[in-house]
């Protein structure tokens, strides 16, 4: 998985290479109350000024591997088709009863992909009817500045200079909708620094991944 | 304590086994009742621990139950998708199933879908649902406590909870006390917002303090049974905490069994135990009286029998065996015998005259008692003596007089046989007649004299007898003082020179009241009863009264003037007479020392008892007394005085003469006169008796001896002083004859000292005419 990350970074620095010069960067940091660094976590920048026509590039895959979704929170935007892999040797019936994408995709077996598509921005909680502690989070954005936190860090490139609102999500995050809302202006270039903390909702359901 | 030693012993018997009895059955109860609490702590304890599992077991099971629905898939979804419809027949089907009070289903947010509940419990649930892992546990809902049992919805995020709630209701208590293998009883308790302990449906008695204490402790100490004091007995009782979903609430289950039902199935033991004990102690006690009875009986009888023997009555007591007991009564047995013997032979001794063998004076009132009883009146005492007796002893001897005292006897009972005869003094034989009347008794006594005065033979010699014989009537009620009037008479028959005499009381006197009258004699002599008279003396030859004889007068408080005839010889028989005379001599002093001052110098004189004479201690008095004597002091004595003890009067008259007392002797010629003693006495003065004074007028013969006696006096230097002079005539002859003093009516009567004054202020002519 480690792997997978570093080769995501991979992309998003080509990604940030290619757009203007000398735009902002945001490096957010998370942590609890009691200073523990929080993963997992989205963060969704949207200038006052709008983004033009910049988007998440894909392709999004949430693979089904070793009795998990893999990866937990995937960000995705609005729109886009994410493929459903099974690695595992056995069925997996992957459903989300959340307002932002209702669907199953029943019992499918080795090597079989689904691919759904999410149209509405918002938070997708899938889970598994065979394997209950099978559990992961698509979040649907609507712009095109979005990063996941990795210990409790994120850094989000190739922002405009201006105002914009930062929002931080996740899953079991003590806020209203699970989400923490921030304004702040962008310099027009450099990074601007951001601590937020947050604490996190105790569930059995969440991942030791912070 | 107990008088009867059988008592004493099965009391001690039986006291000792009941006490041994009570220890053992103690150790036998506790034994028991604590092996019963043991016991009844042990399956508590076992209880508890299948309480712990029941209620775990009960609880997987819901949980089970309440899993199956929260994973359903289809569920899920309209959870997800807030179907409420199906949500709410989906609980309700499952409810059916688990046959739970309650089945609902709480969102994340705490609202309750699936149940209606009353705001207040709602906010309970939704309270104890806040930021809860899968809460379970006991929650009041209205009022009642209530198991619940939730499982998470996941979909896949946790969106809420399926809930069951089972009320932990009788039919819940009910069911689990069914697992126990001992009759236990439970009920839950929860704490109210007052820290109290409470339950809806708990009898009353379990509010009681002791409850809250137990539960205080039993929460302190798990799973350790503890004794629980209730209204309704002692019971053990269990305190199994239950985890409760109110915060600052709280839930316990009390298991409780009541002791004396644990007891219970020992009792039928314990019921043996005391029968067994109570007739145990039963057997005992007859046992130790059985053997006490034999041992106290022989000694019952023993005290039975020295009962008998303190009465006089027969006292053998029968023998059995030969324990220490029986060798005890056997001794008895002859000291009673021996007892027995002795009696009578004191009894025989006591009522019989050694010397003569007749019954005695004892014997004779005790016949003559049992006589008067049964013949009443008309019997008479008869006290008989034998005249000369000491002659007769004398002549025959001791043993021979004895003799003839016994035939005599013999005679009268072979003559009288009212009550046989007996012998009160030594010459005396005292019998009882029958007679109405006391001439009939005389004339009786006349009849058996003529036949008892008959000589009796002695050894083949014939001894006359002469009897004088007393009678007295017999009084019932005092046949002692009969008997002894009796002998009275005889004196009395015998100083009237007569062969037979009845008791004359007049005659005889009030001896006690005269023995009364000695004893006050002291106190009248302090008291001023006594007085002194004086008798004037006339001197013939001076013509003048020359001296009185003081005489001593009583005026008892009671009886009036008592004469000196009667006293005087009392007071000589008593003592009394020392005591008497010291007053007189002090008091004649006084009188003369009173006279002297009045210018009158008399000689005063003094009678003095033979008995004084006899002391010579009454020298020392009288020295002392007269010293301070104002004249001549005249001790009159009588010659018979000194007769009885020759002697000593004399010395004592030669000592009063050396001190300077005159010495008078007093009643010449009326006793026993002695020249021998006449010519040895000191003396002063002779008194010629009244006897022959007053005849010598009369009688040739009296003034013969009279004249001789003058002369006689005179030639052995004696004055003469003539007594009783009551006429002119015998003064005349006297005074012719040479007689040198008169003493007499005709000169004066005695008189007290207020009178003698008068007298003697008189001048006297008259007397001195007669001269």
Known sequence: MRERMRMLALLALVLGLAGPAGAAELDLTLSTGAGKPVSDAVVMVRPDAGHGSARLAGPFVMAQKDTQFQPYVLIVPVGAEVSFPNLDPFHHHVYSFSKAKTFELKLYGQDQTRKVTFDKPGVVALGCNIHDNMAAYIRVVDTPFAARTAAGAAVVRDLPPGPATVTIWHPFLKAPDNEITRRVTLPASGALRLSVSGDLKPSRLQRGAY | MFRRLSTRLTVLYAALFGAVLLVVSLAVFFAISNAAQRQVRNELSATGTVFDQVWSLRSDRLREGASLLSRDFGFREAAATHDAATIGSALDNLKRRMGVDYAFM??????????????????AIAKAFDGADDPSGVLLLGGEPYQLVSAPVLSPDLIGWVVFAVKLDDKEMRALERLSSIPLSAVVLHRTAGGAWTASHAPAELMAPAVRRVITDGLKARAMPQVLDLASGRAAALVKPLPVLEPGGGAVLLLRYPLAQALAPYRPLLIIV???GVGGLA??????????????????????????????????????????LARLAQSFNAMAAEIREREQKITRLA?????TGLPNRLALERRAEALAEGQGPGAYVCAAGLDRFAHMRGAIGHALAARAVRMVGNRISGLAPACGVARISTDTLSFVIAADDAEAAQAEVQRLLELLEQPVRVDGEAIDVALSVGLSPLAPDAVGQSIERATIALDQARAGRRKLALFDAEAYGDPAANLSLMSSMLGGLASGEFQLWHQPKFDMRAGRISGCEALVRWNHPTRGLITPDLFIPMAEETGHIRALTEWVVGQAIADQRALAEAGHHLDVAVNISGRILGEPDFLDFARKALADAAGRICFEITETAVIENPDVAMAMLAAFADMGVSISIDDFGAGLSSL??????????????????????ESQRDALIVRSTIDLAHSLGLKVVAEGIETAEVFQVLAAMGCDHAQGYLVARPQPLSQLFEFLAEDHPRLRNYG
């Open chain 2, 283 to 324: 057997v005992v006690s007859w046992g130790s009286w059985l053997l006490a009875r034999g041992v106290t009986r022989p000694i019952s009888e023993l005290d039975a029998a020295a009962h008998r023997l303190q009465r006089g009555e027969e006292a053998q007591v029968e023998i059995a065996g030969d324990d220490e």
């Open chain 2, 106 to 123: 709480v969102d994340a947010e705490g609202q309750v879908a699936g149940a209606r509940f009353a705001p207040a419990d709602a906010a």
């Open chain 2, 274 to 276: 005391g029968l067994l």
């Open chain 2, 676 to 697: 021998a003693y006449l010519k040895q006495i000191r003396g002063h003065e002779l008194k010629i008796d009244r006897s022959i004074v007053q005849d010598v007028t």
């Open chain 2, 351 to 355: 009522m019989h005259d050694n010397d």
